[in-house]
């Protein structure tokens, strides 16, 4: 019992000192403790150095400033957003620029609100609105880009001076700013001379070069009676036309290798044509319509489709130009290793067959058409070797001819 009563007393005295050890232990933190926590010596530099600059009249973002007043030692401001929302901001949210708008341009592009010479016309679709420039264009831009600055206008910001005498992709301006939005001009087509009223930009901007009533009865120059006389010229292109040609609902196309460009020239020049000659890496080709071109075709049995029942012409039969044409688009000229030369065709039954007959006339050869193809039971071949090949290539292209595929020729007269 006594061991008991000792063991509580000393419980107890011990509990009183670990008490008083703790608030002596409270009262060093205490006095230690500064009674304000200093702040970052830069921090306090910069806004104590920065002396805000704002007045009642400044435009700050999309904001303009109605008032300027204090509020326990912070410069407020009363301010109007261009969406018409009245709203008060600390001066410093606005001029370090966190503070843009009222919120509209998160929601809503502020219809109406000109950006430069553009005026937003709807509500914003993925980042674009659409505007309508001063010019009179409309198109689409990204909102962003007209809040900041970088578009200004649809690109005729340097035409928004008068334009009256100026000409573009041959349109002579009379007279400007017959409308303003969209913003219309006074102008002289150079296709029918006639003075009618045209959008600026259609005709500053895109590459017609004449007004819609007349270029629906332009027509490139063409010789439409190319064909329509019998003689050397026209009987060499038929023969290239029948071979490397093609004829389709009116329309007359003709395609080469890039390398053979030039030929393609030499048939533009006979035609006294200025259709455009069509580019690729690989190719080069031009087509037209012509109804007298294609009617004087068909007497030469090119029509659409010939490629597999092609027959030649009994007045083709033995002219030298018109077999000059075929080889030209279907035949080959080769040499081989042991300097043998030899002359190919490929083509109809028709065409394979009148070959030979008309090189019967200058050698002796006995070789018949056969068939080039398994697939193809249409399509047949014919070749000649050696001394009958070097008279043929003598007879077409021998006696300096007109028109030939220089590539051919070369090597022809190579041979000869």
């Known amino acids: 019992m006594k061991n008991l009563h000792l063991k509580i007393k000393s419980f107890i005295f011990a509990s009183i000192l670990f008490l008083l050890h703790v608030e002596e232990a409270k009262g060093i933190a205490v006095n230690a ?78 219809i109406g609100l000109k950006f430069g010479y553009i005026e937003v016309l709807s509500n914003p679709i993925k980042g674009r609105v659409t505007g309508i420039c001063d010019c009179g264009s409309t198109k689409t831009y990204s909102m962003n880009s007209l809040k900041n600055g970088h578009t200004k206008s649809c690109g005729c910001i340097n035409i928004l001076e008068n334009q009256e005498g ?46 819609t009533s007349c270029a629906t009865h332009r027509k490139l120059p063409i010789k439409s009676d190319s064909f329509a006389v019998i003689n050397e010229e026209s009987l060499y292109w038929a023969g290239f036309l029948a071979a490397d040609g093609n004829v389709f609902k009116g329309t007359v196309c003709v395609g080469l290798h890039s390398k053979d460009d030039n030929h393609i020239l030499k048939f533009r020049n006979f035609l006294a044509s200025s259709h455009k000659v069509t580019r690729t890496p690989k190719k080069s080709s031009i087509k037209f ?42 035949g080959s000229i080769c040499l081989k290793e042991n300097k043998h030369a030899i002359l190919s065709i490929v083509g109809t039954f028709s065409v394979v067959d009148g070959f030979l007959k008309f090189a019967k006339q200058f050698c002796d050869t006995k070789i018949s058409p056969r068939h080039s193809s398994k697939t193809n039971k249409n399509t047949y ?23 030939y595929l220089d590539r051919k020729y070369e090597k022809a007269m190579s041979l000869i």
């Open 33 to 110: 403790m500064p009674l304000t926590m200093p702040q970052h010596p830069m921090r306090h530099f910069y806004f104590m150095s920065k002396k805000l600059e704002v007045k009642a009249g400044d435009s700050i973002q999309l904001f303009t400033v109605d008032k300027v007043y204090s509020v326990n030692t912070k410069t407020m401001v009363d301010v109007t957003c261009v969406c018409g929302e009245k709203r008060s901001k600390l001066a410093t949210v606005l001029l370090n620029g966190r503070t843009k708008s009222c919120g509209c341009i998160r929601k809503n592009a502020p």
């Open 166 to 211: 100026k000409t573009y992709n041959g349109f002579l301006i009379t007279k400007d700013y017959v409308s303003t939005r969209p913003r219309k001009v006074l102008a002289i087509c150079p296709g029918c001379n006639q003075e009618k009223e045209y959008l600026l930009g259609g005709i500053r901007n895109s590459s017609k070069r004449s007004c």
């Open 289 to 330: 319509s012509d109804k007298q071109i294609v009617e004087d075709l068909n007497k030469f049995g090119i029509t659409d489709n010939k490629s597999l029942t092609y027959e030649v012409p009994e007045f083709c039969a033995l002219s030298s130009d018109f077999w000059r044409g075929i080889i030209d688009g279907d």
């Open 381 to 403: 071949s014919a070749s000649l070797s050696c001394r009958n090949a070097r008279l043929i290539l003598g007879e077409l292209y021998g006696g300096n001819p007109i028109f």
